[in-house]
């Protein structure tokens, strides 16, 4: 517990306070632009280590590392403060047409995640596959996919109008937005697995043939 508490007092002091702290700070020195790409560089660190210290490898380390940086080009490449909250806005939109697209094959990223989380702890990764897919179990991944392509959607939409609305004073909003949102969206999906986990220890006990019913 302490350490889980650690993990998001840490959070939030790289993710939120230090880049909106740091924005302030720098922005009269180096520009609007650079005053927020700047601050970004401690929690893409700090991303790197904890996908490092968690031992997040396969398909969870390939999807952090692939989309920290495609983001971090995306705000290298925008040239202005607009420009960086605009890009991100189409970024997340260009994620979502992935997600609809691997929803589509039938290849949710949540259960490629639990997979990599039931290798870790030392789970056979084939049987648990075969599990995953069972058609009882399989649409509940699906399910919280699109919820979370959702969220994507909902919140790019949300700092779209912040933008339009103040401009790149929409920076402070969407840093509190981005992490907050972040937390909420976490319990959310972290309920999701857990029902999901409920479901495949009842489908085991009942059914001893389980494996021979996947899709």
């Known amino acids: 517990m302490k350490k889980q508490n650690n993990i998001i007092l840490y959070d939030i002091v790289l993710y939120v306070i230090f880049p909106i702290v740091l924005f ?11 005053a927020m790409i700047i601050p970004t560089v401690p929690g893409i660190l700090y991303t790197i280590f904890r996908f490092w210290y968690t ?3 396969n398909v969870t380390g390939l999807f952090i590392i692939s989309t920290m940086s495609v983001s971090t080009a995306v705000d290298l490449l925008s040239g202005s403060g607009y420009n960086l909250i605009l890009y991100n806005v189409y970024y997340h939109y260009a994620l979502v047409v992935v997600f609809i697209f691997l929803i589509l094959l039938k290849k949710p990223l949540t259960l490629y995640f639990s997979l990599d989380i039931v290798a870790l702890q030392g789970h056979d990764r084939e049987t648990s596959k ?13 399910y919280l996919f699109i919820f979370w392509a959702l969220k994507d959607v909902l919140f790019a ?19 509190i937005l981005f992490t907050i949102g972040g937390y909420v969206f976490g319990i959310f999906m972290a309920a999701g697995y857990f ?21």
């Open 24 to 34: 302030r700070l720098l922005k009269p020195i180096v520009g609007e632009y650079w």
């Open 55 to 57: 031992k997040q490898f």
């Open 130 to 142: 075969k599990l995953f897919f069972h058609k009882e179990i399989f649409k509940y991944f699906q």
């Open 157 to 175: 939409s949300i700092q779209w109008w912040l933008l339009v609305q103040y401009g790149t004073k929409a920076y402070y909003s969407r840093t």
């Open 195 to 215: 029902y999901i986990a409920k479901k495949v220890n009842k489908l085991m006990d009942s059914n001893t043939e389980v494996l021979k019913n996947s899709n």
